[in-house]
């Protein structure tokens, strides 16, 4: 039994990680490296509560709300205002993407708050509903429709009218 619930995470790990890794890098604003380091805390986290996991209706859906809760918690220690300074590998972008664009986008989230970026990326990217996204951030759906709001104000203020120009092309 231990053997095929072992088998059962490292299934579940293997095909969630690269979702999971793509949504922390909405919510680090771009940065990987802390991406890389909340996927790794998720599955963690995930791992300790998989004996349990028949009690979790969306083991999917908890993973990601076990991802929200790490970032907006390494959000609130000091250390998380902590950047390495280095320079990127260059690499070439994926056939068909802009890589302009994606900057611009990314740059615009990675300027808000964290729970601003936190409820953008849960709304848009995850589609999760207002009541859901409540849950994951432990906030009325009252907050969540504020915060998307005013989140939305901010994002189309930094983008202004870039992204006319990114659309023209």
């Known amino acids: 039994?231990?053997?095929?619930?072992?088998?059962?995470?490292?299934?579940?790990?293997?095909?969630?990680a690269t979702h999971l890794y793509r949504s922390a890098c909405l919510l680090t604003?771009?940065?990987t490296h802390l991406a890389e380091d909340l996927v790794q805390e998720t599955l963690g986290r995930m791992y300790l509560v998989w004996g349990r996991i028949s009690r979790i209706d969306n083991p999917a859906g908890y993973a990601q709300t076990v991802l929200?809760?790490?970032?907006?918690t390494h959000r609130r220690r000091r250390s998380a205002s902590e950047r390495?300074?280095?320079?990127?590998?260059?690499?070439a972008p994926?056939?068909?993407d802009d890589p302009d664009l994606r900057l611009a986008l990314?740059?615009?989230?990675?300027?808000?708050?964290?729970?601003?970026?936190?409820v953008v990326v849960l709304r848009y990217w995850e589609d999760r509903s207002v009541e859901e996204t409540a849950d994951a951030m432990h906030v009325s759906p009252a907050a969540v429709r504020t915060r998307t709001v005013r989140a939305l104000a901010r994002l189309r203020e930094q983008?202004?009218?870039?992204?006319?120009?990114?659309?023209?092309?």
Not at 1 to 16: D, G, H, N, P, V
Not at 159 to 169: D, I, N, P, Y
Request: net charge positive; charged share 25%.
């Open 1 to 16: 039994m231990r053997a095929s619930r072992a088998e059962q995470y490292r299934e579940f790990a293997a095909t969630r």
């Open 29 to 31: 604003g771009g940065d």
């Open 68 to 72: 929200v809760r790490a970032f907006l």
């Open 84 to 91: 390495p300074v280095g320079d990127l590998p260059d690499s």
């Open 94 to 96: 994926p056939p068909g």
């Open 106 to 118: 990314l740059g615009a989230l990675g300027a808000l708050p964290p729970k601003d970026r936190a």
């Open 159 to 169: 983008l202004g009218g870039s992204l006319v120009e990114f659309a023209t092309r």
